[in-house]
């Protein structure tokens, strides 16, 4: 049930969806500047009390029991259990509560995260096409700007040790599963390839034959000839044709495979990139510089 994008390539470049052409290297340019202008739209703001009041988590916190708490969330989310898609978005937030509990975060703090963890997906889910490094630089800004107690820039709610224990939850769940919710919560992109040769003779549509009509008896020996003729003519054409789509056949399959190539030295970049920069988080002190925040007791 997933909505199509589709993109026409052709040999010498792309038809994009306003009937311009575009080489690759534009194409791939066009899909950079999307995802630039996908982020755009997503700044690091506050995010406490954004989406849970202290009334909304007293409701979750006094749930007897796992099932009820899924329920809780759906109903102060507006999430329809029966669409697979909500349903995913559920187990996300439940999970989210779940290890603001575990760290025992006030209330407060379980308001801050869950939002920044909505965000987060928001931005994942506003385009198809790969954003996993602004994505990850934005979580980081969300983080930040709870962690530090500078007024009206930035607000203390985090301190230092639970922005890291944040960092190695959101790396171990999301982050490291981003390419799944990519492919659940954004359209597919489709590519259609057609290919075009200059000099090469267009391929004729094949012509339903015209029914004959039988000749009489006595013209049968006068027309022999020319129906062999007609007979050899017609067993050269089909020789030319199979010479040209053997031809057409050999071209296409070698474009597909340097079509093929490129795009998977591109997706092979991409994870060793994201992979170094995993390493390097994980193997890091984290952020510094955090100021303890007062908070809100949790209620009971």
């Avoid at 500047?33 to 202290?54: G, H, I, Y």
């Avoid at 962690?147 to 999301?174: C, D, H, K, M, W």
């Amino acid at each position: 049930g997933r909505e199509d994008i589709w993109v026409v390539v052709q040999s010498s470049g792309i038809n994009a969806e306003y009937g311009e052409f575009l080489t690759f290297q534009q194409y791939f340019k066009r899909i950079n500047l999307r995802s630039k202008m996908s982020q755009a739209v997503f700044e690091p703001r506050m995010c406490v009390w954004n989406d849970l009041t202290s009334e909304h988590l007293d409701l979750i916190y006094s749930a007897s029991n796992n099932e009820n708490t899924l329920g809780v969330l759906a109903d102060i989310c507006k999430i329809d259990q029966s669409d697979i898609k909500q349903e995913i978005l559920l187990e996300f937030y439940f999970h989210t509560i779940q290890f603001a509990k575990s760290r025992e975060f006030n209330y407060a703090q379980t308001s801050a995260l869950f939002t920044i963890m909505k965000n987060v997906h928001n931005m994942c889910a506003a385009t198809p096409y790969n954003n996993n490094e602004a994505v990850y630089a934005y979580f980081k800004q969300l983080l930040v700007k709870h962690s530090l107690q500078r007024p009206p820039y930035s607000i203390g709610v985090f301190t230092v040790n639970q922005v890291q224990a944040i960092t190695e939850y959101a790396l171990n769940t999301y982050f490291r599963h981003f390419s799944m919710y990519k492919y659940a919560f954004t359209p597919k992109v489709r590519v259609d390839i057609s290919l075009h040769y200059d000099g090469a003779p267009p391929t004729p549509e094949p012509v339903a034959p015209e029914p004959e009509e039988e000749p009489a008896p006595e013209e049968v020996t006068e027309e022999a000839a020319p129906e062999e003729d007609t007979t050899e003519a017609e067993e050269a054409e089909t020789e030319e044709m199979k010479q040209l789509r053997e031809m057409i056949q050999t071209v296409m399959g070698n474009e597909l495979k340097t079509l093929q190539g490129r795009l998977e030295k591109m997706i092979s970049e991409q994870d060793s990139k994201i992979s170094k920069q995993v390493e390097a988080l994980e193997e890091s002190s984290g952020l510094k510089g955090g100021s303890k925040s007062p908070g809100n007791k949790k209620k009971k």
